[in-house]
């Protein structure tokens, strides 16, 4: 499917917010990011889905560990190294090196999993979300019978906390729990599809659509503060009964503010070099996703030693200094990420983006 730019401008905006949720971990903007940005990707991932281009469940399964799989496993091994080595040469607590390498197969993003690279938990959940969706999208059902079929799966994931706990969740395999709940999204996501007639609208109506992404912001800020932060990686959703809807105010307000910044687009030269970088980000948001948080945890902890200043494991409180790491952790993660782009166009190694 070509490339179109409110989708990356979008998947990009998200891509900021989760590396700004990484680094700035409490107050009032954590409590933001983290009420969408991993739904919104979910959500954006169901948007450009479209299961007519596979014949069957095992060509899809093919496809898609080609393009989430492979790269997890890549990444998670390659990051397990550096963070190995970097743990022996500093003399870090250490119980067992090895327990972390293992647990890529686990793909696990809470109870001390993956400490090498946390955020990695999301690929393999997506992939199982998918998976779960395919054959539901598959069937010719009217889209509300496809959005119940999802509900009633979330329920499932809601059952479960409440009957086994969050330590049994904890141990939940690709974060199974997650995935039931992520499936709203998806579904929601996939219903509404690459819809054109939006943005046209939204490019002949641009203050009508800046004032529906403000009320829709301040919506979401307002949930924000009076709940608080979730995390799907950790398993925790927070008061569930409105999880989904402060998942969705964040993604249809990111979704109309993409649109809204693609429609002014060649409208002022550096706005238009801030936007195609968003754009980029959101291009190669597997691969931002899978190298941010070990550059962050390295930037943080830098800053600190220079600084003299305390971490919350390797993040910030403050946003004066959340913002110094954010702004270095774009530098380095940019430019590993152009590196890896470029060898891949070379054809150094084989790994596609999704």
């Avoid at 169901?46 to 790269?71: H, Q």
């Avoid at 959940?125 to 998918?130: A, D, H, K, M, P």
């Avoid at 054959?135 to 799966?153: E, H, S």
Wanted: net charge positive; hydrophobic share 50%; glycine share 6%.
């Amino acid at each position: 499917m070509k490339r179109i730019d409110w989708i990356d401008i979008a998947k990009g905006l998200g891509m900021l917010a989760i590396i700004w949720g990484h680094i700035c971990c409490k107050g009032w903007s954590n409590n933001l990011v983290y009420s969408f940005h991993i739904p919104l990707f979910f959500f954006l991932s169901g948007l450009v889905y479209n299961n007519a281009k596979y014949i069957s469940i095992a060509t899809f399964a093919k496809n898609r560990a080609k393009r989430l799989l492979l790269p997890y496993f890549i990444y998670s091994v390659v990051t397990w190294a550096i963070w190995a080595a970097f743990t022996y040469v500093t003399h870090r607590p250490c119980d067992d090196f090895f327990a972390p390498l293992l647990q890529t197969f686990i793909a696990q993003g809470s109870g001390g999993f993956l400490v090498h690279n946390v955020a990695l938990w999301f690929i393999p959940c997506l992939f199982f979300v998918e998976l779960i969706y395919y054959p539901i999208g598959k069937y010719k059902l009217w889209g509300g019978v496809k959005l119940l079929i999802c509900c009633a799966i979330a329920c499932v994931g809601m059952v479960f906390e409440h009957l086994y706990g969050k330590s049994y969740l904890d141990t939940l395999p690709w974060n199974l729990d997650s995935a039931f709940m992520a499936m709203p999204f998806y579904c929601i996501g996939n219903l509404i599809g690459v819809n054109q007639k939006i943005y046209n609208k939204v490019s002949h109506a641009k203050l009508t659509a800046a004032a529906v992404v403000v009320v829709l912001t301040a919506s979401l800020q307002w949930a924000a503060n009076k709940w608080g932060a979730i995390s799907m990686g950790h398993s925790f959703f927070g008061n569930e009964y409105v999880f989904h809807i402060r998942g969705l105010l964040g993604c249809f307000s990111t979704l109309l503010f993409a649109m809204l910044l693609s429609a002014l687009l060649g409208s002022n030269k550096v706005f238009d070099k801030i936007i195609h970088y968003i754009k980029w980000v959101g291009k190669n948001s597997l691969d931002v996703m899978a190298t941010n948080n070990p550059i962050k945890g390295f930037i943080c902890t830098i800053i600190a030693l220079v600084w003299h200043i305390k971490t919350a494991d390797a993040s910030f409180v403050d946003i004066p200094t959340s913002l110094v790491a954010f702004v270095f952790t774009l530098i380095i993660d940019t430019t590993l990420v152009w590196l890896i782009v470029y060898a891949r166009k070379r054809n150094w190694f084989i790994n596609k983006n999704s």
